[in-house]
């Protein structure tokens, strides 16, 4: 039931892009996307709903494709400060319970 | 605004001793409460989920348990700690009228079962 991201872990350097994917073996009725900085709580990124909707925060955006039962989020010229953990989470049958998935540590090297 | 307090921010404990961590939630009426673990470097497990005042769902079956007893209120507990609770949990919360709010974090409390 916990969703697969993938990568596990990526290094850039600044400026350049990156895309981590969340794939979910159930149907979604929406997936959040959150970023943990080391020893921190999660930050709420974006929460997509079943549509197959595309949103974007500033350089940071996602798009859910619910046929495929999966999400991506895309980071562009990325900068120093998106360093962290990404999560997605996933809400099933639209009761608020999230299961996130295993994290991609995403490291920007100057 | 709405606010989120979780405490103590980092807890030592011998195995077998009780535990109690408490969660409070203010600003907002009849929130969505959940309690995560994360052990070091790994993900998220959602534990608990509770949509109101003593429905509690238990998402993984441990040593653990979960209460609210106010509606605000949210309590993770203990009798016996094993060297597996070690972890960061944190609390949150969602707005109990959207069917799939943002959840809103705590800061965490680390514990250490030694």
């Known amino acids: 039931q916990q969703p697969v991201q993938s990568p596990q872990a990526v290094i850039l350097r600044e400026g350049e892009d990156a895309v981590i994917n969340c794939s979910s073996s159930?149907?979604?009725?929406?997936v959040h996307w959150y970023r943990q900085k080391h020893g921190e709580a999660p930050v709420f990124l974006m929460i997509?709903?079943?549509?197959?909707e595309q949103k974007g925060h500033e350089k940071i955006s996602a798009s859910f494709n619910e046929k495929k039962q999966q999400s991506s989020l895309y980071l562009t010229a990325s900068q120093l400060s998106y360093s962290g953990t990404y999560f997605c989470?996933?809400?099933?049958?639209?009761?608020?319970?999230?299961?996130f998935g295993q994290g991609t540590e995403l490291s920007v090297k100057p | 605004s709405q606010t989120i307090h979780q405490w103590p921010a980092t807890l030592v404990q011998p195995v077998g001793s009780p535990l109690s961590l408490e969660c409070t939630v203010e600003?907002?009426?009849?929130?969505?409460l959940y309690w995560y673990r994360q052990a070091a470097g790994r993900g998220l497990q959602l534990l608990f989920y509770?949509?109101?005042?003593?429905?509690i769902s238990s998402e993984v079956p441990q040593n653990l348990s979960a209460s609210r007893p106010q509606d605000r209120q949210f309590i993770l507990s203990s009798k016996k700690l094993l060297l597996s609770d070690s972890g960061f949990y944190l609390c949150?919360?969602?707005?109990?009228?959207?069917?799939?709010?943002?959840?809103?974090f705590g800061s965490g409390t680390q514990l250490s079962v030694l």
């Open positions: 997509l709903l079943k549509g197959g």
């Open positions: 509770s949509v109101g005042i003593g429905q």
């Open positions: 989470g996933t809400d099933l049958n639209q009761g608020g319970k999230l299961i």
């Open positions: 159930k149907a979604l009725y929406s």
């Open positions: 600003g907002t009426s009849n929130p969505n």
């Open positions: 949150a919360w969602s707005p109990g009228t959207s069917k799939s709010g943002k959840l809103f």
